[in-house]
């Protein structure tokens, strides 16, 4: 699905903020790129961690979800560059056994991005992030009665995925309770549906999303996460302005779905949208790409 054609309505300009330069110049030592750039190639390196919704689902051979239709936008604004090359560029996936995984081929360059990834200041550090696209809070699925904060879950055992923002983050604010760490997204949710485990912390998107085919009568708690984070791409300095060119497609998606484009609309609602298993409303998604495109951009909202 090509959701970004040669200009977008609403998104007047993108300016470059000074925190994008910094992760940049914080960054670029530790990349090292290990080839010829997409330009170049004329194949986008996308690392996927497993197939858990709503930021990825297997589909035949090849992949959707969330963060497919940013990556779509994020290589049609490729092949409109003035730096694309004599061929078009296509998406190739890279699939990977955990996160860990994952970041590290973007940290070496052996991939170029990987999206649907949550911000932490450590990994800032050797990171590059692009705008976000998501926002997510570190929540718990549990038995029915238990409300999920810290003195409810003492004595319990949590299921959470091994270097994770929600590992670090449950680790930290709950003292009394062993953890099981899993490799990936995937080993984590089979576990919670044949019972080995009986609570299961993550990221309150992807809780949400895989909550009724694995655990239906689970609660999502607490009503206020342990902490909350943005959702969005890293990129490695494989190929030159990627940063700026991800940024650019990220910036006119969000905004073509503040003015209410039917094609981005029905594509990021199929997996976040009302009628999915996350169940937001346009208002809720609406509203969110607003705060982030005022941080960022220039924009206008279309009458």
Known sequence: MRLIKTAATGLIALSSIALVTSQNAASSSTHTATSASVYDTGKLRAVVIGDALPMVEKNGDGYDGLSFVVLDAIRDQINVSPLRKDKDVSIEPVAVSSPTEGLDKIRSGDADIACGVDFSWQRQRTLTYTLPFAMGGVRV?????????????????VGVVKDTLASSVLASSVDNATFKFFDSPGDALAAMKD???EFLGGNTLWLRANQAATAPDAALVPTLPYARSSIACVVADTTPKLLNISNLAIGRLLSSYINDNTEVRSAINQWIGKGSSVGLSDDQIGSFFSIVLSTSAEFSKQS
């Open 141 to 157: 699925l549990a038995p029915a009665g238990n409300d999920g904060t810290p003195e409810s879950l003492n004595g319990e055992t």
């Open 195 to 197: 019972g080995s485990i």
